[in-house]
T-cell receptor, first 110, second 114 residues
Framework: DAKTTQPNSMESNEEEPVHLPCNHSTISGTDYIHWYRQLPSQGPEYVIHGLTSNVNNRMASLAIAEDRKSSTLILHRATLRDAAVYYCILLVGSARQLTFGSGTQLTVLP | SAVISQKPSRDICQRGTSLTIQCQVDSQVTMMFWYRQQPGQSLTLIATANQGSEATYESGFVIDKFPISRPNLTFSTLTVSNMSPEDSSIYLC???????????FGSGTRLTVV
Protein backbone atom coordinates (compact mmCIF):
# COMPACT_ATOMS: atom_id res chain seq x y z
CA ASP A 1 0.00 0.00 0.00
CA ALA A 2 1.19 3.48 -0.78
CA LYS A 3 1.81 5.14 2.57
CA THR A 4 1.99 8.67 3.90
CA THR A 5 4.00 10.07 6.79
CA GLN A 6 2.70 12.95 8.86
CA PRO A 7 3.79 14.51 12.15
CA ASN A 8 1.72 13.23 15.06
CA SER A 9 0.84 16.70 16.26
CA MET A 10 1.23 20.40 15.47
CA GLU A 11 0.28 23.64 17.14
CA SER A 12 -0.74 26.92 15.62
CA ASN A 13 -1.85 30.29 16.85
CA GLU A 14 -5.28 31.51 15.96
CA GLU A 15 -5.47 33.73 12.85
CA GLU A 16 -2.04 32.60 11.64
CA PRO A 17 -1.35 30.35 8.63
CA VAL A 18 -0.78 26.65 9.19
CA HIS A 19 1.33 24.39 6.99
CA LEU A 20 0.65 20.70 7.50
CA PRO A 21 3.27 18.49 5.81
CA CYS A 22 2.87 15.04 4.34
CA ASN A 23 5.50 12.76 2.84
CA HIS A 24 4.53 10.15 0.26
CA SER A 25 7.79 9.05 -1.31
CA THR A 26 6.31 5.89 -2.91
CA ILE A 27 3.57 7.74 -4.78
CA SER A 28 2.82 6.58 -8.31
CA GLY A 29 1.85 8.68 -11.29
CA THR A 30 -1.87 7.96 -11.02
CA ASP A 31 -2.20 8.34 -7.24
CA TYR A 32 -4.28 11.25 -6.05
CA ILE A 33 -3.41 13.09 -2.82
CA HIS A 34 -6.43 13.56 -0.59
CA TRP A 35 -6.77 15.49 2.65
CA TYR A 36 -9.53 15.00 5.19
CA ARG A 37 -10.03 16.29 8.69
CA GLN A 38 -11.94 14.91 11.61
CA LEU A 39 -13.32 17.28 14.17
CA PRO A 40 -14.02 15.91 17.65
CA SER A 41 -17.02 13.55 17.72
CA GLN A 42 -17.63 13.85 13.98
CA GLY A 43 -16.97 11.81 10.86
CA PRO A 44 -14.10 12.82 8.59
CA GLU A 45 -14.69 15.82 6.34
CA TYR A 46 -13.25 16.28 2.87
CA VAL A 47 -10.80 19.17 2.64
CA ILE A 48 -9.06 19.05 -0.72
CA HIS A 49 -7.38 16.76 -3.21
CA GLY A 50 -4.99 17.01 -6.14
CA LEU A 51 -2.86 15.08 -8.58
CA THR A 52 0.05 17.22 -9.79
CA SER A 53 -0.81 20.90 -9.68
CA ASN A 54 -1.42 23.04 -6.63
CA VAL A 55 -5.09 23.33 -5.73
CA ASN A 56 -7.13 25.95 -3.93
CA ASN A 57 -10.65 25.85 -2.56
CA ARG A 58 -12.64 27.73 0.04
CA MET A 59 -11.23 25.65 2.87
CA ALA A 60 -7.53 25.36 2.10
CA SER A 61 -4.73 25.17 -0.42
CA LEU A 62 -2.74 22.11 -1.40
CA ALA A 63 0.85 22.56 -2.46
CA ILE A 64 2.34 19.53 -4.21
CA ALA A 65 6.08 19.18 -4.63
CA GLU A 66 7.38 18.98 -8.16
CA ASP A 67 8.48 15.36 -7.66
CA ARG A 68 5.13 14.64 -5.94
CA LYS A 69 6.88 12.94 -3.04
CA SER A 70 5.52 15.41 -0.55
CA SER A 71 2.66 17.84 -0.17
CA THR A 72 1.55 20.54 2.21
CA LEU A 73 -1.93 21.46 3.29
CA ILE A 74 -2.18 25.17 3.94
CA LEU A 75 -4.83 26.72 6.14
CA HIS A 76 -4.48 30.40 5.43
CA ARG A 77 -5.87 31.68 8.70
CA ALA A 78 -6.41 29.17 11.46
CA THR A 79 -9.46 29.42 13.66
CA LEU A 80 -10.31 27.49 16.80
CA ARG A 81 -12.76 25.49 14.71
CA ASP A 82 -9.85 24.15 12.63
CA ALA A 83 -8.60 22.09 15.58
CA ALA A 84 -8.90 18.53 14.30
CA VAL A 85 -7.00 15.47 13.14
CA TYR A 86 -5.84 16.01 9.57
CA TYR A 87 -5.34 12.96 7.38
CA CYS A 88 -3.21 12.90 4.24
CA ILE A 89 -4.26 9.92 2.10
CA LEU A 90 -3.14 8.55 -1.24
CA LEU A 91 -5.94 7.29 -3.41
CA VAL A 92 -4.01 4.60 -5.19
CA GLY A 93 -4.47 3.98 -8.89
CA SER A 94 -7.69 2.09 -9.49
CA ALA A 95 -8.55 1.80 -5.80
CA ARG A 96 -11.90 3.16 -4.78
CA GLN A 97 -11.49 3.25 -1.02
CA LEU A 98 -9.54 5.55 1.27
CA THR A 99 -6.93 4.03 3.56
CA PHE A 100 -6.36 6.17 6.64
CA GLY A 101 -3.07 6.61 8.47
CA SER A 102 -2.70 8.11 11.91
CA GLY A 103 -2.94 11.76 10.84
CA THR A 104 -1.77 15.00 12.47
CA GLN A 105 -3.56 16.38 15.51
CA LEU A 106 -3.71 20.14 15.01
CA THR A 107 -4.15 22.29 18.10
CA VAL A 108 -5.08 25.94 17.57
CA LEU A 109 -4.14 28.24 20.41
CA PRO A 110 -6.21 31.37 21.11
CA SER B 1 -21.82 17.04 -2.10
CA ALA B 2 -23.79 14.00 -0.95
CA VAL B 3 -25.58 14.05 2.39
CA ILE B 4 -25.51 10.92 4.54
CA SER B 5 -27.91 10.08 7.33
CA GLN B 6 -26.60 7.40 9.66
CA LYS B 7 -28.67 5.79 12.40
CA PRO B 8 -28.49 5.24 15.29
CA SER B 9 -26.03 7.89 16.37
CA ARG B 10 -25.16 5.90 19.47
CA ASP B 11 -26.24 2.79 21.32
CA ILE B 12 -25.35 0.74 24.35
CA CYS B 13 -25.81 -2.99 23.80
CA GLN B 14 -25.51 -6.16 25.78
CA ARG B 15 -22.81 -8.62 24.83
CA GLY B 16 -24.04 -11.44 22.64
CA THR B 17 -26.65 -9.31 20.88
CA SER B 18 -26.55 -7.71 17.42
CA LEU B 19 -26.97 -4.14 16.21
CA THR B 20 -27.87 -3.01 12.71
CA ILE B 21 -26.62 0.39 11.58
CA GLN B 22 -28.34 2.16 8.71
CA CYS B 23 -26.80 4.50 6.17
CA GLN B 24 -29.04 6.56 3.83
CA VAL B 25 -27.61 8.75 1.07
CA ASP B 26 -29.52 11.53 -0.67
CA SER B 27 -28.22 10.52 -4.10
CA GLN B 28 -27.49 7.30 -5.96
CA VAL B 29 -23.96 6.02 -5.46
CA THR B 30 -22.25 2.93 -6.81
CA MET B 31 -20.12 2.05 -3.82
CA MET B 32 -20.58 2.56 -0.12
CA PHE B 33 -17.88 1.93 2.44
CA TRP B 34 -18.06 0.91 6.07
CA TYR B 35 -15.32 1.87 8.54
CA ARG B 36 -14.58 1.20 12.17
CA GLN B 37 -12.81 3.65 14.44
CA GLN B 38 -11.69 2.15 17.74
CA PRO B 39 -11.19 4.50 20.70
CA GLY B 40 -8.29 6.88 20.08
CA GLN B 41 -7.45 5.25 16.75
CA SER B 42 -7.71 6.07 13.08
CA LEU B 43 -10.32 4.65 10.71
CA THR B 44 -10.09 1.07 9.44
CA LEU B 45 -12.03 -0.08 6.40
CA ILE B 46 -14.36 -2.98 7.12
CA ALA B 47 -15.88 -3.58 3.70
CA THR B 48 -17.05 -2.09 0.43
CA ALA B 49 -20.74 -2.53 -0.35
CA ASN B 50 -21.81 -2.69 -3.98
CA GLN B 51 -25.43 -2.77 -5.03
CA GLY B 52 -26.43 -6.14 -6.44
CA SER B 53 -23.38 -8.07 -5.32
CA GLU B 54 -21.74 -9.38 -2.18
CA ALA B 55 -19.78 -6.94 -0.11
CA THR B 56 -16.01 -7.09 -0.30
CA TYR B 57 -14.41 -7.48 3.13
CA GLU B 58 -10.96 -6.34 4.20
CA SER B 59 -8.51 -8.62 5.93
CA GLY B 60 -9.56 -9.29 9.49
CA PHE B 61 -13.27 -8.73 8.89
CA VAL B 62 -15.72 -11.51 8.01
CA ILE B 63 -19.27 -11.61 6.75
CA ASP B 64 -20.56 -13.68 9.67
CA LYS B 65 -19.50 -10.99 12.12
CA PHE B 66 -20.31 -7.93 9.97
CA PRO B 67 -23.06 -8.81 7.47
CA ILE B 68 -23.84 -5.99 5.07
CA SER B 69 -26.89 -5.36 2.94
CA ARG B 70 -27.11 -3.05 -0.06
CA PRO B 71 -30.65 -3.28 -1.41
CA ASN B 72 -30.46 -0.17 -3.63
CA LEU B 73 -28.17 2.66 -4.69
CA THR B 74 -29.02 4.95 -1.76
CA PHE B 75 -29.08 2.64 1.26
CA SER B 76 -26.93 0.15 3.14
CA THR B 77 -26.87 -1.54 6.52
CA LEU B 78 -24.04 -2.96 8.59
CA THR B 79 -24.83 -5.44 11.34
CA VAL B 80 -22.42 -6.06 14.19
CA SER B 81 -23.23 -9.60 15.31
CA ASN B 82 -22.74 -11.44 18.57
CA MET B 83 -21.15 -8.39 20.10
CA SER B 84 -18.41 -8.34 22.70
CA PRO B 85 -16.86 -5.35 24.52
CA GLU B 86 -14.05 -5.38 21.92
CA ASP B 87 -16.63 -4.27 19.35
CA SER B 88 -17.08 -0.97 21.17
CA SER B 89 -16.14 1.55 18.48
CA ILE B 90 -17.47 4.20 16.18
CA TYR B 91 -18.81 2.79 12.92
CA LEU B 92 -19.00 5.08 9.89
CA CYS B 93 -20.30 4.79 6.38
CA UNK B 94 -18.86 6.70 3.44
CA UNK B 95 -19.55 7.31 -0.22
CA UNK B 96 -17.58 8.81 -3.06
CA UNK B 97 -19.27 11.91 -4.37
CA UNK B 98 -19.93 12.55 -7.99
CA UNK B 99 -17.99 15.40 -9.39
CA UNK B 100 -14.96 16.63 -7.56
CA UNK B 101 -15.97 16.61 -3.91
CA UNK B 102 -13.99 13.67 -2.65
CA UNK B 103 -15.61 11.28 -0.21
CA UNK B 104 -18.41 12.05 2.23
CA PHE B 105 -18.75 10.39 5.62
CA GLY B 106 -21.69 9.86 7.90
CA SER B 107 -21.54 11.24 11.41
CA GLY B 108 -20.95 7.78 12.80
CA THR B 109 -22.57 5.35 15.23
CA ARG B 110 -20.94 5.22 18.65
CA LEU B 111 -21.39 1.66 19.93
CA THR B 112 -20.71 0.61 23.49
CA VAL B 113 -20.97 -3.07 24.37
CA VAL B 114 -21.41 -3.92 28.03
Amino acid sequence: DAKTTQPNSMESNEEEPVHLPCNHSTISGTDYIHWYRQLPSQGPEYVIHGLTSNVNNRMASLAIAEDRKSSTLILHRATLRDAAVYYCILLVGSARQLTFGSGTQLTVLP
Amino acid sequence: SAVISQKPSRDICQRGTSLTIQCQVDSQVTMMFWYRQQPGQSLTLIATANQGSEATYESGFVIDKFPISRPNLTFSTLTVSNMSPEDSSIYLCSVRDRGDYGYTFGSGTRLTVV
